[in-house]
C-alpha cells in the first residue's frame, strides 16, 4: 500500500478521469463521518488493484491510497501526472531543508505519508516537532502523529502530557496519549 498526497485542486473528477485512463472503475464512495474522511475507491475489473483518494479534513490534505497488483506503476503515474507527493520525495525535500517541517501542510503530509510500520527518519522529524518550541506547531505534530501511531511516540507523549510548558497542549497530549494507548491495545488483541 502507498500513500501518495495530492493538492487539493486534484478533484475527484480528475482522479476519476486518471483511474479510467487506466483501465479503473468506480467502485464505491463512501461519505465524510465523525471518524472518517470522505473516501471515493475506484478498482481494476480483476478486483486485484485499487486506487482511493480521500478528503480529510482532519489532516488538511487530500491523498491517494495506492494498493494491489499494479501498485508500483499505478503510484509512479500518480506522482507524476497528479503532481502527487510520496514519502521519499517529502524526506528528500526535508533533507535539504529541515525548517521546511514547520509547515502546517508538510507536518500533515508527514503524518499521511508515514508508513504503519516504526520509520527513524519519520520519527525524528516527528521528535523534533513535538519539542518545537511553538505550541502550534507541536499541536500540529501530534494530530499528524496520530497517523502512524507507533509505540514509539509514547515517552514522547507522556512527557509532553506532564511536562509541556503549555496547557492546551499539555490537555491535548494526554487526550492523544490515551488514544495512543487504545489504539496499540486494540491492535494488539
Not at 494498493?67 to 521519499?88: F, H
Request: proline content about 6%; overall charge negative.
Amino acid at each position: 500500500m502507498q500513500r501518495i498526497v495530492i493538492e487539493d485542486r486534484v478533484t475527484s473528477w480528475k482522479v476519476s478521469c486518471f483511474a479510467a485512463d487506466r483501465g479503473l472503475v468506480f467502485y464505491d464512495k463512501v461519505p465524510e463521518s465523525d471518524a472518517n474522511p470522505e473516501e471515493v475507491i475506484w478498482i481494476s475489473r480483476d478486483g486485484a488493484t485499487r486506487l482511493h483518494r480521500l478528503d480529510d479534513r482532519f489532516a488538511g490534505v487530500a491523498y491517494l491510497v495506492v494498493d494491489g497488483a499494479d501498485e508500483a506503476s499505478l503510484a509512479a503515474d500518480a506522482i507524476d501526472e497528479l503532481d502527487g507527493l510520496s514519502l521519499a520525495t517529502l524526506l528528500a525535500a526535508l533533507a535539504v531543508d529541515a525548517d521546511a517541517a514547520r509547515s502546517f501542510p508538510v507536518i500533515a503530509s508527514l503524518g499521511v505519508l508515514a508508513p504503519p510500520s516504526f520509520d527513524p527518519r519519520v520519527f525524528d522529524h516527528f521528535s523534533r516537532l513535538l519539542a518545537d518550541e511553538d505550541p502550534a506547531l507541536r499541536s500540529k505534530a501530534l494530530t499528524a502523529a496520530a497517523y502512524p501511531t507507533w509505540p514509539e511516540f509514547l515517552p514522547l507523549l507522556e512527557a509532553m502530557a506532564s511536562e509541556d510548558p503549555d496547557p492546551e497542549v499539555r490537555e491535548r497530549s494526554a487526550v492523544a496519549l490515551a488514544a495512543f494507548r487504545r489504539h496499540l491495545a486494540a491492535a494488539a488483541t
